[in-house]
């Protein structure tokens, strides 16, 4: 929590600071003359000489006899004294730009500074209630309105509607420089925005904004595929000629292009290729060999992959890496499981960078030059959690297993669900080997009444039930569920609930919603996709398709870790879901959401909750 809110704070302060510099640059056009004096100040504003616009605002004070000329004076050495950071002394001006009857421009510029000084306390929900009252606004005091509200949009994590907000300010600005800082900021509110959310909304309104929006959906979605990044952009600018886009930003994602792929290098990949989990690296290790058969290299020559067993009969993990540096990796993927992971970590130093294919127990010091991805139980809960809060859910029933696994997804779903605004009344585990949860499932439905009577009835603060179930489990506690009087309660699910194969005996959990990779639901995602593989490893992939996919995954990532080194990947569309890389290394997967019918699994994209 500590690191999002610094991250958050960090962020403010930047967009602050930008937008100051922005607003300092404009000359606002008075409306009243002004003395020689106040014209050099805001002169020297201009040029960022602040102590010496101060000083003439000051001197111009002496001379100015108008109370309303007084504070718009003190207004702009207040707006100067902010760019200082000066936050008690720009209190002292506004207050002494107070005026007794309303004045429309002094009370928008007021506004405007004190959502500037809101927004410095991060604290960009104020900041927001102060300048949308005022908006449009005075011509004079427009531009320092509209951006207050971009910078509290974007600290609010309301990216799309920053981005628009600028798209409306540029038609406000005259200075070119100004609007080259303008565009940047906004391109950077797109890049935040969630790429589920972009995809929602194109094709967008041919208009200037949604010329923004379609340039950043191809950008980001496209961003690894040379060839149909450059289609789709060639094609775009011939729909937007003009756009403010075309000169400055166009030119940069064309550039990029060249920039994501990095050399190739060694890459040692350490798996077990022997023992009790020997077929889930074949598994992965088959997915990258099948993402590297199919890499073109755009250009570039491919990795050189080296796979390294480190199973029952292999080596032990970490010698296996330190092996691997001294015979020249450039790169180490792997080990796979929690324990191995964690070996390697605690050996020491990682002198070359470690992808490792798990994560690392929570409270581990995370080394320089690690990297982790998986498919770990608590991002499937986790996006369950945000998944539930976002569809409106605020009362959360949990059933899970009482083992670690259970504990981990209970503690993920928890902590996203809360973060929503959302509430777990009440928790159970069950024993998975156990076929009757009769007792424990009225307990946490909180039935009334004898069994089979009539006024018998469940709990009635609770809007859905998360279950943490793989599919035998699942099936055994469905029908319970629903003989306890939990017809009516949606149930939502992490991916392990589906095998991933259609299968007669989900008749018992039909109506489930989970959480699970796109490329498990449906035949989408980049190439190699799901149903070219099948023609070959048919079987591969009923059994293992998860795996696979993470192969092809850790495959197409290998590329992009100098970008995530530089905290610059942005998001890649993925055989395991939307990938994108966490502050401290971690490759994070965003899942959409399906449910289990009687026709097989479907894909959810109806916003009315989950329940049919």
């Not at 409306?31 to 000489?49: F, I, K, N, Q, S």
């Not at 699910?493 to 039909?510: L, M, P």
Request: with cysteine; net charge negative; charged share 30%.
């Amino acid at each position: 929590m500590q690191a999002k809110t610094v991250t958050l704070v960090f962020r403010l302060l930047a967009l602050g600071l930008l937008s100051l510099a922005l607003a300092a640059c404009e000359t606002t056009p008075p409306l009243d003359p002004e003395p020689d004096t106040a014209e050099l100040a805001a002169d020297a504003r201009a040029r960022g000489d602040l102590d010496q616009a101060l000083a003439l605002y000051d001197e111009a004070l002496e001379t100015t006899e108008g109370e309303r000329a007084r504070a718009l004076l003190n207004l702009r050495a207040a707006e100067v004294l902010l760019l200082q950071d000066q936050r008690e002394e720009a209190e002292s001006r506004l207050q002494a730009a107070r005026l007794e009857e309303p004045d429309d421009l002094v009370d928008d510029l007021t506004a405007a500074l004190r959502g500037r000084m809101a927004l410095m306390a991060d604290d960009p929900e104020s900041a927001l209630e102060l300048v949308g009252p005022q908006l449009p606004g005075e011509p004079g005091a427009r531009r320092q309105l509209m951006l207050v509200r971009a910078d509290a949009l974007a600290g609010l994590g309301r990216y799309l509607d920053s981005a628009e907000a600028r798209s409306e300010l540029d038609q406000e600005l005259r200075i070119e420089a100004d609007r080259e800082r303008n565009h940047e900021a906004l391109w950077q509110a797109l890049m935040q925005v969630p790429m589920n959310e972009l995809q929602d909304i194109m094709p967008p309104a041919p208009d200037v904004f949604g010329g923004w929006i379609e340039l950043a959906f191809f950008a980001r979605s496209h961003r690894f595929d040379r060839a149909r990044l450059q289609e789709q952009l060639a094609q775009w600018a011939e729909r937007y000629e003009g756009h403010p886009a075309t000169e400055r930003v166009l030119a940069r994602v064309r550039d990029d292009i060249d920039r994501t792929q990095v050399a190739a290098g060694r890459v040692a990949v350490l798996l077990p290729l022997s023992g009790n989990l020997a077929d889930a690296g074949r598994a992965l290790r088959d997915g990258m060999l099948a993402a590297h058969f199919s890499d073109s290299g755009n250009g570039t020559e491919r990795p050189q992959l080296r796979f390294v067993d480190v199973g029952e009969n292999g080596a032990k993990p970490r010698d296996a890496y330190e092996q691997a540096v001294s015979d020249g990796a450039e790169l180490v993927v792997g080990p796979l499981t929690r324990d191995d992971v964690e070996a390697v970590v605690i050996g020491g130093d990682l002198p070359v960078p470690l992808l490792a294919l798990n994560g690392v127990p929570r409270g581990t010091e995370i080394p320089r030059n690690l990297f982790r991805f998986g498919l770990m139980p608590e991002h499937d809960a986790a996006a369950a959690g945000r998944f539930a809060a976002e569809r409106g859910f605020r009362e959360a029933l949990v059933f899970v297993p009482m083992d670690d696994w259970g504990r981990r997804v209970n503690a993920a779903f928890t902590e996203a669900f809360e973060q929503g605004g959302g509430r777990v009344v009440a928790r159970e585990t069950y024993i998975s080997n156990e076929r009757d949860h009769a007792n424990t499932l009225r307990r946490l439905l909180g039935v009334t009444g004898s069994r089979g009577s009539e006024d018998a009835a469940m709990r009635k603060d609770a809007d859905l039930l998360f279950l943490g179930a793989f599919p035998a489990n699942a099936r055994l506690i469905l029908p319970q569920i629903r003989f306890h009087h939990g017809d009516n309660l949606p149930v939502l699910a992490t991916s392990h609930v589906y095998t991933g194969n259609r299968d007669d005996r989900d008749e018992d959990i039909e109506g489930v919603v989970f959480m699970d990779a796109a490329w498990m639901i449906s035949d989408t995602g980049p190439s190699p996709r799901r149903s070219e593989l099948a023609r070959h490893w048919d079987s591969q992939l009923r059994d293992q398709a998860r795996l696979v996919g993470m192969g092809l995954d850790t495959y197409r990532l290998i590329p992009r870790l100098r970008q995530a080194a530089d905290g610059a990947m942005q998001e890649l569309q993925g055989a395991t879901g939307m990938l994108r890389v966490s502050g401290d290394g971690e490759i994070v997967r965003d899942l959409v959401p399906a449910r289990i019918t009687g026709r097989g699994v479907r894909r959810l994209v109806s916003d009315n909750g989950i329940a049919e």
